[in-house]
T-cell receptor
Framework: GAGVSQSPSNKVTEKGKDVELRCDPISGHTALYWYRQSLGQGLEFLIYFQGNSAPDKSGLPSDRFSAERTGGSVSTLTIQRTQQEDSAVYLC???????????FGQGTRLTVV | SQQGEEDPQALSIQEGENATMNCSYKTSINNLQWYRQNSGRGLVHLILIRSNEREKHSGRLRVTLDTSKKSSSLLITASRAADTASYFCATANDYKLSFGAGTTVTVRA
């Protein structure tokens, strides 16, 4: 079956522009995570959605970052006024329920020039 | 902040040898999971061990968990070139999956 799909695969943007990253989770998965990974580093938690509950936004690094999940399915991560330090791979994952195995997409590599 | 910390940061072994990496964490957990990442992209789930389990096997993988020491280990036996990757532990408490910085494993032919 289809896995977690992220688009675009790569994105190069100019400093100061807004970007929108998309994640299509596995159908039926109620939990959805966004992580950020800088080159050679671990995964930095950004935000978590679970069903219809309010998302946990505690990992968002600044108010330039926001995310939404429409209809409990597709999620978009928006970064406004991008900065060079936003350059990283943004990974999305979904899981069927709390605390179970997470299925990752291939990520979006964002480069801010 | 990251919950888990892997040790060592990097490991280089000969094909056929065993690879062992460790993970330490700070708070109580519901379960601990290990993931593999190739080429800096998506992670693949390897194995999950619950807080009331002490050891688990899956193929060439063996995971141990010591909740009193807040640590886990991942052993890959009879390593292959295809095992070259970064390995991450992730702790699950409440709902959040928190990842460590990973161990980079290189298997030499």
């Amino acid at each position: 079956g289809a896995g977690v799909s992220q688009s675009p695969s790569n994105k190069v943007t100019e400093k100061g522009k807004d970007v929108e990253l998309r994640c299509d989770p596995i159908s039926g998965h109620t939990a959805l995570y966004w992580y950020r990974q800088s080159l050679g580093q671990g995964l930095e938690f950004l935000i978590y959605f679970q069903g219809n509950s309010a998302p946990d936004k505690s990992g968002l690094p600044s108010d330039r970052f926001s995310a939404e999940r429409t209809g409990g399915s597709v999620s978009t991560l928006t970064i406004q006024r991008t900065q060079q330090e936003d350059s990283a791979v943004y990974l999305c994952a979904s899981s069927p329920q709390l605390r179970t195995e997470a299925f990752f997409g291939q990520g979006t590599r964002l480069t801010v020039v | 902040s990251q919950q888990g910390e892997e040790d060592p940061q990097a490991l280089s072994i000969q094909e056929g040898e065993n690879a062992t990496m460790n993970c330490s964490y700070k708070t109580s957990i519901n379960n601990l999971q290990w993931y593999r990442q190739n080429s800096g992209r998506g992670l693949v789930h390897l194995i999950l061990i619950r807080s009331n389990e002490r050891e688990k096997h899956s193929g060439r993988l063996r995971v141990t968990l010591d909740t009193s020491k807040k640590s886990s280990s991942l052993l890959i036996t009879a390593s292959r070139a295809a095992d070259t990757a970064s390995y991450f532990c992730a702790t699950a408490n409440d709902y959040k999956l928190s990842f460590g910085a990973g161990t980079t494993v290189t298997v030499r032919a």
